[in-house]
């Protein structure tokens, strides 16, 4: 029977101010009746991660984030049945009420006041973290963990696809953005039968990268006349942005097809301004514009959840090109400086533990 001596303390990266991501011993987290204490065996940094470390974009200091994570339950509390000591896991880290009008009507992303691991409570870039049973996803064993940490903006891409709604086949789709969510927004729009794909980026190498997965055309945007390229070649009946550029926000309403859809995933950095005459592409085409949010359906946490792991395991959607980077806990704020040095090429940076 699977059994580990659970230590009073642990190592954690604790985010104190900005930059300010220290290594240190920390108390393990206690668990209550419906938790379960997970040995984080990966975690990796998300986009919205470095806000948090690098400009201290948190709600309270100390805190340790980290919400992109894999591992082994080691401690369940006295109520938990879904969950046993030894299973491999990943979890999904929003804390919804489930009990405002959004949580009752089955849209868990949308609640009024929730909590979520790595943000508003801590995380998962330590040795250990304390997750709601409900939240725990079980793995294969034979899935490895540091793919396993990628289910969580997996889940993303597929809700974001899946807003478009019902994927005609012989459709084209435009994915602007090719970052960690554009790539995994191109392998499940190609997993959902969609065989005519542009992606859209400034890097070669991640246009590369999509190319080589199946992509029909690539176009850098820092040498190709995007809007040009689209009257003159046709446009596309589904739109996705993922890179959040307030200005890529704009253009790419000038991308779709009369009657097609636009799904923002890209959370905004700036002020987004539209253009009376591209506003006006919307009114006259009559397109569908939706934003996606997060990863979250009913029953909690969702059937993009289930997807996702079914995904990876059958090998639907390739992670092992996304991990670029590897760091132990110990590297802190290396990790982040990696992902934010462009001339490293960073899509999945990870911190990965010893067994």
């Given at each position: 029977m699977f059994q580990e001596k659970i230590p009073a303390q642990m190592k954690a990266l604790v985010v104190e101010g900005p930059q300010k991501?220290?290594?240190?011993?920390?108390?393990?987290?206690?668990?209550?009746?419906?938790?379960?204490?997970?040995?984080?065996?990966?975690?990796?940094?998300?986009?919205?991660?470095?806000?948090?470390?690098?400009?201290?974009?948190?709600h309270f200091f100390p805190i340790i984030v980290g919400h992109e994570f894999s591992g082994v339950v080691v401690q369940t509390g006295n109520n938990v049945k879904n969950v046993s000591l030894g299973d491999h896991v990943s979890a999904a880290p929003l804390l919804p009420c489930g009990s405002?009008?959004?949580?009752?009507?089955g849209h868990p992303a949308m609640c009024n006041s929730y909590s979520f691991i790595g943000s508003?409570?801590?995380?998962?870039?330590?040795?250990?973290?304390?997750?709601?049973?409900?939240?725990i996803l079980q793995l294969p064993k034979d899935m490895e963990f540091d793919k396993a940490a990628c289910i969580e903006p997996l889940t993303v891409a597929i809700h974001g696809v899946e807003r478009a709604g019902l994927l005609r086949s012989g459709s084209s789709a435009v994915v602007y953005g090719c970052g960690t969510i554009g790539v995994l927004t191109v392998q499940c729009l190609l997993a959902k039968g969609i065989k005519k794909i542009i992606a859209i980026d400034i890097d070669e190498h991640k246009l590369q990268l999509v190319k080589n997965m199946g992509?029909?055309?690539?176009?850098?945007?820092?040498?190709?006349?995007?809007?040009?390229?689209?009257?003159?070649?046709?446009?596309?009946?589904?739109?996705?942005?993922?890179?959040?550029?307030?200005?890529?926000q704009s253009q790419i309403l000038k991308l779709v097809?009369?009657?097609?859809?636009?799904?923002?995933?890209?959370?905004?950095?700036k002020d987004v301004t539209i253009p009376a005459k591209s506003f006006e592409l919307i009114l006259r085409g009559e397109l569908n514009v939706t934003g996606s949010w997060m990863s979250?359906?009913?029953?909690?946490?969702?059937?993009?959840?289930?997807?996702?792991?079914?995904?990876?395991?059958?090998?639907?959607?390739?992670?092992?090109?996304?991990?670029?980077?590897?760091?132990?806990?110990?590297?802190?704020?290396?990790?982040?400086?990696?992902?934010?040095?462009?001339?490293?090429?960073?899509?999945?940076?990870?911190?990965?533990?010893?067994?």
């Open positions: 991501l220290i290594y240190k011993d920390v108390p393990v987290p206690r668990i209550n009746a419906d938790e379960v204490l997970v040995r984080v065996k990966a975690c990796g940094i998300c986009g919205s991660d470095i806000a948090r470390v690098r400009d201290g974009g948190v405002c009008e959004s949580c009752l009507s508003r409570q801590n995380g998962a870039m330590a040795e250990y973290v304390a997750v709601p049973s409900k939240n992509v029909n055309d690539i176009i850098n945007s820092s040498k190709i006349d995007v809007e040009k390229y689209f009257q003159e070649e046709g446009k596309a009946d589904y739109v996705y942005e993922t890179a959040g550029v307030n200005s890529l097809k009369k009657n097609g859809r636009v799904v923002y995933i890209g959370t905004a950095q979250y359906s009913s029953p909690f946490p969702g059937k993009e959840w289930r997807a996702a792991i079914e995904y990876l395991n059958s090998e639907i959607v390739d992670v092992s090109k996304i991990i670029t980077h590897r760091f132990p806990l110990e590297a802190g704020y290396e990790a982040f400086l990696t992902m934010l040095d462009k001339d490293k090429r960073p899509l999945k940076v990870m911190y990965c533990l010893p067994n």
